[in-house]
């Protein structure tokens, strides 16, 4: 435990952050399971509008380095393909 308010404070900082990301990190990890549930369901028309939602979220992560950028990229064009698949096989 640190004994120096400067190193208490930045202690209590860090906790904070570390829990910020950390919901910031579930959110996106929960989106992404509730896009392929919906793919998977076969239900094309929310998971586009859930994708969008996912979209936000890691540009979010992106742009604060909670994620790196091509990482981000990565992930929106996953799941961006797994949609776009999806809703050309029935067609």
Do not use: C, F, G, Y
């Amino acid at each position: 435990m640190p004994n120096i308010a400067s190193a208490k404070k930045r202690s209590r900082q860090n906790e904070k952050r570390r829990q910020k990301n950390q919901s910031q990190k579930s959110a996106i990890r929960t989106q992404e399971k509730k896009v392929r549930a919906l793919v998977t369901a076969k239900k094309l028309e929310e998971a586009t509008k859930e994708t969008q939602k996912l979209s936000s979220l890691v540009d979010k992560a992106a742009k604060t380095n909670l994620m790196h950028a091509n990482a981000a990229s990565r992930k929106k064009s996953r799941i961006a393909k797994l949609v776009q698949k999806a809703a050309a096989v029935p067609a």
